[in-house]
């Protein structure tokens, strides 16, 4: 089961350099801008939480996601996609 996490952006600190360090990927930090933050955190818990599902993945490393130039695909360092 997957759930969605709502979040009021006006209520959220502005990102720093620390946040996407935290995040990013060093393939998301060459082809997404700092703009994409939250798009970016959202995708990979939500490919977090469908891998630990499937796979019994259970710690979540933002870092070893990464997030297609389209958004599309989100990929963990050990090789699963999720679509």
């Given at each position: 089961m997957l759930g969605?996490?709502?979040i009021d952006l006006r209520e959220v600190a502005t990102v720093t350099h620390r946040h996407v360090k935290k995040i990013y990927?060093?393939?998301?930090?060459?082809?997404h801008s700092?703009?994409?933050y939250w798009k970016i955190l959202a995708?990979?818990?939500?490919?977090?939480?469908?891998?630990?599902q499937m796979f019994g993945l259970n710690s979540y490393v933002?870092?070893?996601f990464s997030v297609s130039e389209d958004f599309k695909i989100v990929i963990h360092d050990c090789g699963a996609r999720v679509h």
């Open positions: 969605n996490d709502i990927s060093k393939s998301d930090l060459e082809i700092n703009n994409s995708l990979k818990e939500a490919a977090f939480k469908c891998l630990r933002p870092t070893r």
